[in-house]
């Protein structure tokens, strides 16, 4: 019965769909030889309505019932006009083959003698940005958004080769050379609000995702890999946010805003860098204006402008811009981005129309991004569409409304139905658009059944032959349970104390239909040269989802580190381990959205390695270094208080999920601990304060920074043991650590009982300097340089080093990462002068759109 419901939706979806078909035109552009001519522009003849093609050559036009001629260019090309006209409900397919222009010699001329015209247009465009950019205060609109993604196979194997055979064509080397995989489908309905300058608000009342599901495509399960060791800052705050697709490039205002009429076009996603706008206060020192022509569409003159940048590495934009006569307003704006700044895409492209109101309002009805990003052997064609319609100019709106909620989430917004999306969708979805739509796993009778769970976790619940090595788990989303067994790489620790050591760790998480949480994680670790077993269990409960207020409970033997945070020497050296038995109970919660606080109450008995803990290995290879710092066992406990601001923070609402965006203000962080004497024997005695401040300044076409301050001192130190002190990360010989929380010359470890305070700094160019000097500006390097101290004043202490680096972007599938070269100096109260080279490599979170440092 649940079959015949599912498959009788289909049909009923599959009808729908088609009935939706029609009015436009689609086809294949190609040159003489058959090739795709990718991003060839189609478009109505004296009109600003067009496309662009994809990579392969393929378009797709809406066009209103009647008669239209349509034009097919691409630069280089003759130019093709056909006349069409357009029934309901009957498509036309044009494939069309463009030949070589050869008249080139005129069109140089035409263009040579048009410049100052271009020139003068543009002027009185920037003369009027600010006017239309002040003229829109606020409004609210409906929105429509739809993001699509195919994954072509590019470079053909034998076997792409040998399946070609049955194609019609004898050129083997074209037969394989597209071989489409899967289509990804992603459709929003909300409506959008607006306050000046960059205020953005959405109400979700759809939300569809036909994207690519768990077990249909990348593995679901994540790899873990490492030493069996757990080490590292970590942070108060909740992960909340779902793995990201790097190739989802558009998905709200918040990532991007696409305003024109602004100087900067900040578009993170795509590059680092912001975008100089054709239309800028100073955007006629970096782009050449060409006069293409002119036209009249709705009774008004509009004028064709070409935009070309004069610096063929800089975060700038190519193409065309339609402007009308008198009012200098812009029509529709056609701009590719330089390849040269995008981070994943090999190319981009974005069409923007505008409307231009009675009230000498501009604002946006239509946009389309067409993107291509190489993925190994594949191409990932990406199209996102966009239309706003239904705009109000003065809406009423709420005391507070713009709120650090930036978007929505209305309580059926993901119950929709087809016949919903029918009538609300303003646009033809394509030939294959709708035919996925009709066979994916959309129906929601379907989302209830065995079958569905099944196929959801078939990907994290696989067994390969990698699977021993990389863990083993099992996963019921129905049920909403999840265990997982690390595996071998993650279990043999070779280097553990004592000589090799074997850890089985794993959790097990059990996700309630009230949104309550329950995690437990645990290992347990045999020394075989001791004869010893050490482990640890901790089981958390979530029970407010909203606020994120969780109870965790550890407890636990281990060998422990005592810096936690330490360099990759003193890591695996014996000086930085102590036998911890401990017991711990923490409570956290956002108590006002950014402020996070967790209190926790620890204890704790310490007692140093003792000689059956050491190997001559490990001694021969970490010298002095290796020798495990000697103390009095002794009892503690302890409470920390943890407290974490980050003003403003953005969020998204779905239900009861708080989804965190982040904050574009400096995040505040403090922390207090309070050695407890007497409380179940504890020996200490002891009150701690530390303060931190750190950012992210993006400073624009000249890159973007990051620092920290820090400030600490033990307040009371009656009785404090000496892994109570402040430790600070020490360096690493070669390698090259995050310098926004660590210094790269400190010396192999370092800490202290009193008072301190340090500073970081890096600024990363991103271009800035390098990509304007010839030759060098092709190998797309770039400069980054910044600056640390650290203050330790009863100690007589002071520390000062300062770097410069060589800076690459490499990108591995959908992973990007930098790798660098830096020369490293500095000087200090206790040493002479240092200089050193190191190696460093920084990763790219795809959520925040940011690097790592």
């Keep these: ?57 393929y378009y797709f036009l809406e066009l209103e019932s009647g008669k239209h001629t349509v034009v097919f260019s691409f630069i280089g090309y003759v130019n093709q006009e056909f006349e069409v006209t357009i029934l309901p409900k009957e498509p036309i397919r044009m494939d069309l083959s463009l030949s070589l222009e050869t008249n080139t010699l005129f069109a140089a001329e035409v263009v040579a003698n048009t410049k100052d015209m271009a020139k003068e247009i543009m002027e009185n465009v920037r003369d009027k940005r600010k006017y239309y950019l002040d003229r829109v205060s606020e409004y609210s609109c409906e929105t429509y958004l739809k993001t699509s993604l195919e994954k072509e196979l590019m470079r053909p194997s034998k076997k792409d080769l040998e399946e070609a055979d049955s194609l019609e064509t004898k050129d083997k080397s074209i037969q394989g050379y597209f071989k489409k995989e899967k289509l990804n489908l992603i459709e929003t309905v909300s409506t959008t609000y607006f306050r000046a300058p960059d205020r953005y608000k959405e109400i979700v009342s759809a939300h569809h995702d036909y994207a690519e599901r768990p077990g249909e495509g990348e593995p679901g399960r994540s790899v873990h890999m490492g030493s069996g060791m757990e080490f590292g800052k970590t942070s108060i705050a909740p992960v909340t946010h779902k793995s990201d697709n790097p190739y989802i490039l558009f998905e709200d205002f918040s990532k991007a805003d696409l305003n024109f009429y602004q100087n900067l076009v900040e578009f993170p996603a795509v590059s680092q860098k ?38 063929k590495s800089g975060a700038l934009f190519k193409g065309k811009i339609f402007v009308e006569d008198s009012t200098w307003a812009v029509v529709t704006v056609d701009l590719s981005i330089n390849p040269d700044v995008l981070i994943f895409c090999k190319e981009f492209r974005v069409i923007q129309n505008y409307m231009h109101n009675e009230n000498d309002q501009v604002v946006p009805v239509r946009r389309e991004l067409t993107y291509t990003i190489k993925d190994g052997r594949h191409d990932i064609l990406g199209n996102t569409r966009v239309d706003h319609n239904n705009y109000n100019f003065t809406p009423d ?43 994916s796993d959309s129906i929601s009778a379907y989302y209830a059944s065995d079958e569905y769970y099944d196929k959801l976790d078939s990907a994290f619940n696989i067994i390969d ?61 045999y020394g075989f040269r001791n004869k010893d077993v050490k482990g640890k269990l901790g089981v958390g409960l979530t029970y407010y ?158 890159g973007y920074s990051k620092w920290q301050v820090v400030a600490g001192s033990f307040l009371n130190k009656n009785n404090l043991r000496v892994l109570e002190w402040k430790y600070f990360r020490g360096s690493d010989r070669y390698f090259f650590s995050d ?38 500006r092709h190998l797309k390097l770039s400069l980054a340089t910044g600056a640390g101290t650290l203050l330790i004043p009863d100690s007589d202490f002071a520390h000062f080093e300062a770097y410069l680096g060589l800076e690459k972007a490499i990108r591995i599938k959908k992973q990007l990462f930098r790798i660098s070269v830096y020369a490293v100096t500095s000087d200090n109260s206790f040493s002479s002068t240092n200089y050193t080279c190191k190696i460093g490599f920084n990763f790219f979170n795809t959520f925040t759109k940011k690097w790592e440092y």
């Design 545 to 702: 989802p909203e606020k994120f207020v969780r109870t965790f409970i550890r407890a636990g033997e281990t060998y422990d580190l005592i810096n936690n945070y330490a360099s990759i020497e003193q890591t695996f050296s014996r000086s930085n381990y102590a036998k911890t038995r401990m017991a711990s109970i923490a409570q956290r919660m956002e108590i006002v959205n950014g402020l996070f606080a967790e209190l926790t109450f620890e204890y704790t008995h310490q007692s140093p390695l003792n000689a059956n803990d050491i190997t001559q290995w490990s001694n021969d290879l970490f010298g002095e270094l290796n020798t495990p710092l000697v103390f009095d066992p002794y009892v503690k406990s302890e409470i920390k208080l943890e407290l974490k601001y980050r003003f403003k923070q953005k969020f998204v609402q779905r239900g009861r999920e708080k989804m965190i965006i982040g904050s574009d203000y400096p995040e505040i962080n403090a922390i207090y601990r309070k050695g407890i004497p007497g409380l179940f024997n504890s020996e200490v005695n002891f009150d701690y304060f530390e303060i931190s401040m750190h950012d992210h300044w993006n400073l624009g076409q000249f």
């Design 1 to 57: 019965m649940q079959q015949l419901l599912r498959h009788t939706c289909l049909f009923i979806l599959l009808i729908v769909a088609t009935m939706a078909s029609g009015q436009y035109v689609h086809g294949k552009l190609t040159d003489e030889k058959g090739l795709p001519l990718a991003y060839a522009s189609v478009y109505v003849k004296n009109s600003t309505r067009g496309v662009s093609a994809d990579q392969k050559g």
């Design 465 to 525: 032959w990698w699977t021993p090595l990389v863990g083993f788990g099992r996963k019921n989303s129905k049920k909403g349970t999840e265990f997982y067994l690390e595996g071998v790489l993650s279990q043999i620790n070779p280097f553990g104390i004592g000589g090799y050591r074997h850890k089985l760790p794993g959790y097990f998480n059990k996700e309630f239909k009230n949104d309550y949480l329950l995690e437990t994680e645990g290992f347990i670790d």
């Design 397 to 439: 709106l709420a005391r507070g409304f713009f709120n650090a909620e930036i978007k929505e989430y209305t309580a059926d917004a993901f119950d929709r139905d087809s016949s919903f999306w029918a009538e609300r969708r303003p646009l033809v979805l394509k030939e294959t658009e709708l035919k996925f739509i009709s066979e």
């Design 739 to 776: 310098p926004v929380n660590s210094f790269q010359l400190l010396g192999p470890t370092m800490s202290t009982p009193n008072e301190y305070f340090s500073a970081n700094y890096i600024h990363h160019f991103d271009g800035a300097l390098l990509n304007k000097v010839p030759l060098i």
């Design 274 to 311: 912001p975008l100089l706008s054709p239309l800028a206060s100073n955007g006629g020192l970096s782009y050449r204006f060409d006069y293409l022509g002119s036209f009249v569409e709705d009774g008004k003159r509009v004028y064709e402008i070409e935009v070309n940048p004069l610096f």
